[in-house]
């Protein structure tokens, strides 16, 4: 038997399992479903198979279907039975590592360190809903992609909430695909991305009280974690009445992720009892929008002050324990075109005020950010880029009607990225 013969055999005896887990038109499946949900396994004659040549199998199948839709098939074979799917964990590379989204996990795993994983958004104004999909070329504007997440507005008296789901048709909380959502406060300039499930150890995790109690869970929810909405970023758009202090400046302060992460053999995944401590706790104590600006501490002027590492008494090592904070680059005003410039490298092509990039904020108060010039030799240029952390790591743009790109690397996962582009749709009445 060959071996297409035989991925071809696991593909049609597990019928439309892959399938409800990963397809656009039948997107049910959960992040965490191939961790925590053990009892989807399907008995079969492939169970006994030696694990020599299961490797063997899926190594070949690993390298062979490399990008999608035929990487449909990896996801296939994960769904077989318990053992293939174990073996699939270990042979099958995260994101960060390899550049490929495979399973729905991967979509909360961070990006890769030396390359982008490149996405595109589709906006449909007349119902208020974004759809996130994968590029499956270099084309800019495309028809098709690999369906990642979907996302629907709602507005309410105090706040816009933005729902985000894994389900393309039914987008809601109750639904089984819910896995987070963006709220933001009246003046569309502070938003807080909330998570479904904890990023990290849940010993540490404040349970979520009131927040949590309103919502319908579905039974999807691993009982092993406190199920509710967990404050993992927030994004704060600078006040600019009538654009009288030029584009847009924006701050994402990303709780989940310390600053270490971005050093050389950084992780985002490690234990910090700084981000844990900052980014539950005191959010849930003041989480009510239908109560003033004023009152949310979480969103305070000063409390991003401290994040910024202003006070100078705070060590080397307490910064690294420390929430990434990520600011876009701010772009160069072009005398000839009258307008405000970034390179996007080709892959933004119409201007607007929501296009954006975003690269890593230094904490250093001893001297200014530095400021790369061209002139400057290759060598020198990249050891101050590094030092600097002006790298992007998540860009934003239009390319045509109600379609744009977006393309996000480590240490950003696809949700934290998606969830920060949502930010910029919403209308903001005090920064334009």
């Given at each position: 038997?060959?071996?297409?013969?035989?991925?071809?055999?696991?593909?049609d005896?597990?019928g439309?399992?892959?399938?409800?887990?990963?397809?656009?038109?039948?997107?049910?499946?959960f992040?965490?479903?191939?961790?925590?949900?053990?009892?989807?396994?399907?008995?079969s004659?492939w169970?006994?198979?030696?694990p020599?040549?299961?490797?063997?199998?899926?190594?070949?199948?690993?390298?062979?279907?490399?990008?999608?839709?035929?990487?449909?098939?990896?996801?296939?074979?994960?769904?077989?039975?318990?053992?293939?799917?174990?073996?699939?964990?270990?042979?099958?590379?995260?994101?960060?590592?390899?550049?490929?989204?495979?399973?729905?996990?991967?979509?909360?795993?961070?990006?890769?360190?030396?390359?982008?994983?490149?996405?595109?958004?589709?906006?449909?104004?007349?119902?208020?809903?974004?759809?996130l999909?994968?590029?499956?070329?270099?084309?800019?504007?495309?028809?098709?992609?690999?369906?990642?997440?979907?996302?629907?507005?709602?507005?309410?008296?105090?706040?816009?909430?933005?729902?985000?789901?894994?389900?393309?048709?039914?987008?809601?909380?109750?639904?089984?695909?819910?896995?987070?959502?963006?709220?933001?406060?009246?003046?569309?300039?502070?938003?807080?991305?909330?998570?479904?499930?904890?990023?990290?150890?849940?010993a540490?995790?404040?349970?979520?009280?009131?927040?949590?109690?309103?919502?319908?869970?579905?039974?999807?929810?691993?009982?092993?974690?406190?199920?509710?909405?967990?404050?993992?970023?927030?994004?704060?758009?600078e006040?600019?009445?009538?654009?009288?202090?030029?584009?847009?400046?924006?701050?994402?302060?990303?709780?989940?992720?310390?600053?270490?992460?971005?050093?050389?053999?950084?992780?985002?995944?490690?234990?910090?009892?700084?981000l844990?401590?900052?980014?539950?706790?005191?959010?849930?104590?003041?989480?009510?929008?239908?109560?003033?600006?004023?009152?949310?501490s979480?969103?305070?002027s000063?409390?991003?002050?401290?994040?910024?590492?202003?006070?100078?008494?705070?060590?080397g090592?307490?910064?690294?324990?420390?929430?990434?904070?990520?600011?876009?680059?701010?772009?160069?005003?072009?005398?000839?075109?009258?307008?405000?410039?970034?390179?996007?490298?080709?892959?933004?092509t119409?201007?607007s005020?929501?296009?954006?990039?975003?690269?890593a904020?230094?904490?250093t108060?001893?001297?200014?950010?530095?400021?790369?010039?061209?002139?400057?030799p290759?060598?020198?240029?990249?050891?101050?880029?590094?030092?600097?952390?002006?790298?992007?790591?998540?860009?934003?743009?239009?390319?045509?009607?109600?379609?744009?790109?977006?393309?996000?690397?480590?240490?950003?996962?696809?949700?934290?990225?998606?969830?920060?582009?949502?930010?910029?749709?919403?209308?903001?009445?005090?920064?334009?």
């Open positions: 038997m060959s071996f297409r013969s035989i991925v071809r055999d696991i593909r005896g597990i439309s399992l892959s399938r409800r887990g990963f397809e656009r038109s039948k997107s049910q499946s992040v965490h479903e191939l961790d925590n949900h053990s009892d989807i396994v399907i008995n004659h169970e006994g198979l030696p020599e040549l299961l490797r063997d199998v899926i190594k070949r199948l690993e390298a062979s279907e490399s990008v999608w839709p035929a990487r449909k098939h990896v996801v296939a074979c994960a769904a077989v039975c318990r053992s293939w799917r174990e073996m699939c964990k270990e042979i099958v590379s995260p994101p960060e590592s390899s550049g490929k989204l495979t399973f729905p996990i991967s979509l909360k795993q961070p990006g890769p360190r030396d390359t982008t994983i490149q996405c595109f958004i589709k906006r449909d104004k007349s119902n208020s809903t974004y759809y999909y994968l590029c499956l070329s270099s084309a800019l504007v495309v028809e098709n992609g690999k369906f990642l997440f979907s996302a629907k507005r709602s507005r309410k008296s105090t706040c816009t909430e933005y729902i985000i789901s894994l389900n393309a048709d039914n987008i809601s909380r109750s639904n089984r695909g819910y896995i987070g959502k963006v709220r933001s406060n009246f003046l569309g300039t502070k938003f807080i991305i909330y998570d479904s499930q904890p990023p990290h150890n849940t540490n995790v404040v349970p979520p009280g009131r927040l949590g109690s309103s919502r319908r869970f579905s039974r999807r929810v691993s009982p092993k974690v406190p199920s509710g909405s967990f404050n993992i970023a927030q994004i704060i758009y006040l600019n009445v009538l654009g009288t202090r030029g584009p847009r400046r924006m701050n994402c302060i990303m709780h989940s992720i310390p600053m270490s992460a971005m050093e050389p053999g950084g992780t985002t995944l490690d234990h910090h009892p700084n844990a401590a900052h980014s539950f706790k005191d959010s849930f104590r003041s989480i009510s929008f239908s109560k003033s600006i004023d009152s949310l979480e969103f305070s000063s409390r991003f002050s401290d994040f910024m590492g202003t006070n100078e008494v705070q060590n090592e307490q910064m690294k324990n420390m929430p990434l904070i990520l600011k876009n680059k701010q772009p160069r005003w072009h005398e000839q075109l009258q307008c405000w410039c970034l390179n996007f490298k080709g892959r933004v119409v201007a005020v929501k296009n954006f990039q975003l690269i904020a230094t904490t108060t001893a001297a200014p950010p530095v400021v790369v010039d061209e002139a400057t290759p060598q020198t240029a990249q050891a101050q880029s590094q030092s600097s952390h002006d790298k992007v790591i998540l860009q934003f743009g239009k390319v045509g009607k109600d379609i744009f790109t977006m393309d996000y690397r480590y240490p950003l996962s696809a949700f934290q990225a998606f969830a920060i582009c949502l930010s910029s749709f919403d209308t903001k009445l005090a920064c334009e």
